[in-house]
C-alpha cells in the first residue's frame, strides 16, 4: 500500500468516532433537531448545532439501578478513599458521567473546591446569605480542569496523541497540564498580547505547544476549527460534550456540600457560555433523579465590553445570537461570539434566571471586595458580585434570599490586574478614568520605608 493511502487510514482512523457512547448508559444528542446516536464530534452532521450526552440508560432506575439516597451515599464514602478516582472530586461522581474505564482516567485530584461565606460582600450588595464556590482553587487554578480531566482522558482513551484548544488563557493552562499527565501532545492557540502572562506562562510550564496568534479569541477559534478538521487533533474547546460533563460534576459537589438544599441563586460569568450550561444541566439532572426538589436560578453575567447574550436577550429575546467585538479587562471573558450560548439561554429559562452586564470599573470594585474578604479571585469571576448587586436593586435577587456565586479563577491568575489596582492606575489613559476615582479607598498600594524599626512601628502606629 502506499504511504498516502496509509496516512489517509491512519488519519479516517483518528478522526473517526473518538468514543464509545453506545453502551446504553450515555449517548449524543444534538441541541438543535434533536438527533441522538449521532457520531462523536462536536457537531451535528445534519444541522451544525452542538452536542450534548444525555443518559437513557439512567431510565427507569436511576444512574445503575442506584436511587439518589444512594448516591448521595456512595459519593460521600468514597471521600475517605485513597484511590486517585475517588479522590478526584469531578471521577467521585462517576455515575453521572459517561462510562469510561478508570485506567484511562487523568487526573490532578480536580474538583474538590470550597464553599465559602463572604459576609462583607453580602453586606455590600445588600443580602444576607452569600455564598462563593470557589473553582479557582483547582489544581491549575480555574474551573475549566474539572472539564479538562473528563474531555482529555475520553482522548487518550480513544487513542489521540494531540490535544488542542483556542482559549483566553485558563483552557489553554488547563489542557497543557492534563495532556502532559496522560502522555498527550497539546497545542495551544491564544490572542496575541491579550490573556494573562500567568495563564501564558503555565501552559509553557505544563509543556504545550503555545502560539500566539495576531487575532482575539474569536479568531483563534475560527483557526483551530479547520486546524482540526485537516489534522488528527483532538479539539479540547469546551464544544467538546465532555468537557461540559466534567464541568457539571461543581454543581454536585455544591449541592452536596450544602446538604443537597438548592440555594435561591447560583451567578456565574459568562464567556464561551459553557459553565452555566453545565451548571444548569447538572441542576436539571439533580431535579430529574430527585437529589434535589426545586431549581436554583442561573444567571449568566457578562462585561459590558463582551456582552453578546445581553444584547441578543434585550434586542431579539435570545432568538438570535448577535455577535460583538469584545474588549474587556477580563480577558478571560474576552469573547464576541461564544459557541454555546444556545445551551446556556436554554438554563437561564428552565431556572427562571437572568442575564446582566457589568462595566469595567464594577468588575474592578467587587474583585477588590472579593479579595479583601481574603479570598480573591480573577477578574472574569468577580463579574458575578458586580452582577449581583445590580439584581438585588432590580429587586430580582431579594435581600433573604440565598445566592452563589461562581468565582472561576484564582486571583494569582491577573497579578498584573490586581497590582495596576491597588497602584491606583488600573484605568489611566482609559474612558473609565474618571468613573475610577470611587475605587480609591480599596486601594492599598504597597509602601516603601527604610529598614527601621521605628519607622516600621510609626507607620503602624498611624495605620491603627
Ligand atoms: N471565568 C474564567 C476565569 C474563564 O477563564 C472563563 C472562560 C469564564 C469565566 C467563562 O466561562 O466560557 O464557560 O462561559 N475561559 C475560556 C478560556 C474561554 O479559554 O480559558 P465560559
Known amino acids: 500500500m502506499r504511504a498516502s493511502a496509509l496516512l489517509f487510514l491512519?488519519?479516517?482512523?483518528?478522526?473517526?468516532?473518538?468514543?464509545?457512547?453506545?453502551?446504553?448508559?450515555?449517548?449524543?444528542?444534538?441541541?438543535?433537531?434533536?438527533?441522538?446516536?449521532?457520531?462523536?464530534?462536536?457537531?451535528?452532521?445534519?444541522?451544525?448545532?452542538l452536542l450534548e450526552i444525555i443518559f437513557p440508560g439512567w431510565e427507569p432506575a436511576g444512574p445503575y439501578g442506584l436511587s439518589a439516597n444512594s448516591l448521595k451515599k456512595l459519593w460521600l464514602s468514597r471521600k475517605s478513599s485513597f484511590e486517585p478516582a475517588d479522590q478526584s472530586g469531578v471521577w467521585r461522581f462517576r455515575e453521572v458521567l459517561p462510562e469510561i474505564d478508570q485506567e484511562k482516567i487523568i487526573t490532578l485530584r480536580e474538583g474538590n473546591t470550597p464553599?465559602?461565606?463572604?459576609?462583607?460582600?453580602?453586606?455590600?450588595?445588600?443580602?444576607?446569605?452569600?455564598?462563593?464556590k470557589h473553582q479557582g482553587m483547582n489544581p491549575t487554578g480555574s474551573f475549566k480542569d474539572t472539564g479538562m480531566t473528563a474531555a482529555a482522558s475520553f482522548a487518550r482513551a480513544a487513542g489521540y496523541q494531540w490535544v488542542a484548544c483556542a482559549s483566553t488563557g485558563n483552557?489553554?493552562?488547563?489542557?497543557?497540564?492534563?495532556?502532559?499527565r496522560g502522555g498527550l501532545r497539546s497545542l495551544v492557540l491564544i490572542p496575541d498580547?491579550?490573556?494573562?502572562?500567568?495563564?501564558?506562562?503555565?501552559?509553557?510550564?505544563?509543556?504545550?505547544?503555545?502560539?500566539?496568534?495576531?487575532?482575539?479569541?474569536d479568531g483563534c477559534v475560527r483557526v483551530l476549527n479547520e486546524v482540526v478538521e485537516r489534522m488528527p487533533v483532538y479539539l479540547l474547546n469546551s464544544v467538546n460534550p465532555y468537557r461540559v460533563e466534567g464541568q457539571k460534576t461543581s454543581a454536585f459537589e455544591l449541592l452536596e456540600q450544602r446538604g443537597w438544599e438548592p440555594p435561591d441563586h447560583i451567578i456565574v460569568p459568562g464567556g464561551n457560555l459553557a459553565n452555566s450550561s453545565a451548571i444548569g444541566k447538572a441542576l436539571g439532572e439533580m431535579k430529574h433523579l430527585g437529589f434535589i426538589s426545586r431549581l436554583p436560578k442561573v444567571s449568566v453575567m457578562q462585561a459590558e465590553g463582551a456582552n453578546p447574550l445581553v444584547r441578543s436577550v434585550r434586542e431579539n429575546g435570545g432568538e438570535k445570537l448577535i455577535p460583538v467585538h469584545a474588549e474587556t479587562m477580563a480577558t478571560a471573558i474576552r469573547i464576541g461570539n461564544p459557541a454555546s450560548w444556545k445551551k446556556a439561554l436554554r438554563v437561564i429559562r428552565e431556572t427562571g434566571g437572568t442575564v446582566e452586564q457589568v462595566s469595567e470599573v464594577e468588575i474592578a470594585l467587587a474583585k477588590a471586595e472579593i479579595g479583601a474578604e481574603g479570598v480573591g479571585c480573577e477578574p472574569a469571576s468577580a463579574v458575578t458580585l458586580a452582577g449581583l448587586k445590580k439584581l438585588v436593586k432590580q429587586g430580582f435577587v431579594k435581600p433573604n434570599e440565598t445566592v452563589v456565586l461562581v468565582l472561576t479563577g484564582h486571583t494569582l491568575k491577573d497579578a498584573d490586574f490586581t497590582l495596576k489596582f491597588h497602584r491606583?492606575?488600573?484605568?489611566?489613559?482609559?474612558?473609565?478614568?474618571?468613573?475610577?476615582?470611587?475605587?480609591?479607598?480599596?486601594?492599598?498600594?504597597?509602601?516603601?520605608?527604610e529598614p527601621s524599626v521605628d519607622a516600621v512601628i510609626k507607620l503602624l502606629q498611624s495605620a491603627a
Open 424 to 449: 491606583g492606575d488600573l484605568f489611566d489613559g482609559t474612558t473609565y478614568q474618571a468613573e475610577s476615582g470611587s475605587l480609591k479607598r480599596f486601594e492599598r498600594s504597597p509602601l516603601v520605608l
Open 193 to 217: 498580547g491579550k490573556i494573562s502572562w500567568g495563564k501564558l506562562s503555565q501552559s509553557l510550564d505544563y509543556g504545550a505547544i503555545t502560539v500566539q496568534l495576531k487575532t482575539d479569541f
Open 10 to 49: 491512519w488519519f479516517r482512523e483518528m478522526t473517526e468516532p473518538a468514543t464509545k457512547t453506545d453502551l446504553g448508559v450515555s449517548q449524543l444528542k444534538c441541541i438543535g433537531c434533536g438527533r441522538t446516536a449521532l457520531p462523536d464530534r462536536f457537531r451535528c452532521e445534519t444541522c451544525r448545532d
Open 171 to 180: 483552557t489553554s493552562a488547563s489542557m497543557a497540564a492534563y495532556a502532559s
Open 115 to 132: 464553599v465559602y461565606e463572604l459576609p462583607h460582600c453580602a453586606r455590600s450588595a445588600g443580602i444576607q446569605h452569600l455564598y462563593a
